[in-house]
């Protein structure tokens, strides 16, 4: 890191620590430090000020940097080089910590860590329902849903793999969906209402690794979700197929 | 299946769906097999009545009857042969369906599921907390901490392997604990507050397979948890690696 972005970077430290109040320093160091990585202050493979420097130019103790540095760490945000410190990890390296709480959908999780998603759609079709599906959905076995499959991204890399089945009522125009199926049925006037999910793993199978272009196999976390509407009437059922190095589940209770 | 077995449950699943009222006639049917397994009607291995029993001998459509063996099938708690029909799958055999909301602990999460939970200490012992575990606790670094270590079982099969750092505060006596450590909080008078969970997945280690008697490497589900008292105060953080064709977590918001 240039002795330019070092002095930044302990600069904005500085600022944030002072204006911390009642937040523990530690939290208070972490947050700004994302924000510093948000703002392209700090950037991939940028070296973080040592500990030493952290210590004494912020005058906090060397527990509050340790802190810091290891939930930063656990985060995904930095990694840390024999030798040579502390540095910051591509965004792309750092896990999603996707919340089941709230229903936001993929898109809305992703930008709210400020990374950027996309789609690559797979195929929108109608398929009838089978027996499991219509248990998920409580229609009738062989009713007409919606199927849809798509590749979720963020930024270039392929992070997971979503099967949707969704009933009729809830889509227009199948053509219409974009980045987001939640934005859709936001914008279609849905109320979105209650979401269970189940979150178990499994080893990937030839059709997720060529979707997830992976290089051999690996574990994939699959989350199982049923979304009901305001009227507590479930109107999708996914499967989802996650790399189970860039995502973990957070859930709080 | 005995001719009488299937009498049984066939009067068992007549007299409960005529008491269904306002419940789906699936979910009732589900329930319905649920008790008679753990009522002992239904053992390990026993068939199931034909769909045209079902339907005939309970007045009922096919539709709600391959709904229900559908959610069964997919609970775990029975399987399909070709040819012979459903059977009953061994309690083992059923994954744990492990909720994320309500402290609860692994052993009453699997006594309300009808099933024996055991626990197997491997160590007890006082360290010093790391940079993470004092990030996670919010004590200072190097603090002593319990730090517990043991295996999960239902029945007689290792189902996770569990690390929990306790703050000293919290236990008084750590022999005393038994085969429950938040039924030992709850002896204590510790009130206890909100749950923090984080789901991943990855590949065991030795040291896991060795643990969970594994005979070959397969993905575990990861479960790092930080569970507060009645005042908001951290008093225990833990991980768990938990077999992945026994578990799986669900939360629902």
Chains 1, 2 share one sequence.
């Not at 810091?68 to 999603?96: C, N, P, Q, V, W």
């Not at 690794?209 to 199982?224: G, S």
Request: proline share 3%; glycine share 6%; aromatic share 8%.
């Amino acid at each position: 890191m240039s002795m330019d972005t070092n002095q930044q970077v302990l600069e904005k430290l500085k600022t944030d620590l002072a204006q911390a109040g009642t937040m523990p320093l530690y939290l208070c160091f972490n947050e700004s430090v994302r924000q510093a990585m948000e703002a392209g202050i700090l950037q991939d493979g940028d070296f973080l000020p040592s500990e030493r420097q952290f210590t004494e130019i912020l005058g906090i103790s060397r527990i509050t940097v340790r802190k810091a540095l290891a939930r930063l760490e656990e985060d995904g945000h930095i990694g840390r080089s024999r030798g040579y410190g502390t540095f910051i990890k591509k965004a792309t390296d750092a896990r999603l910590a996707y919340s089941l709480a709230g229903v936001k959908g993929f898109s809305r999780e992703v930008m709210l860590q400020g990374r950027k998603p996309d789609t690559l759609w797979i195929s929108r079709d109608q398929v009838p329902a089978s027996a499991l599906i219509a248990s998920k959905l409580a229609i009738i076995e062989n009713t007409p849903v919606y199927m849809l499959k798509r590749i979720h991204y963020i930024d270039t890399r392929p992070m997971s793999v979503a099967v949707s089945y969704v009933i009729m009522d809830a889509i227009r125009d199948v053509e219409e969906i974009g980045v987001s199926l939640y934005d859709y049925f936001g914008r279609n006037n849905i109320e979105l209402g209650a979401l269970q999910s189940r979150v178990s793993a499994a080893m990937s199978d030839a059709e997720n690794l060529k979707a997830l272009q992976l290089k051999e196999a690996m574990p994939l976390l699959i989350i199982k979700q049923t979304l009901f509407d305001g009227q507590n009437r479930p109107i999708e059922y996914s499967e989802s197929f996650c790399r189970s190095d860039m995502y973990e589940f957070v859930s709080e209770d």
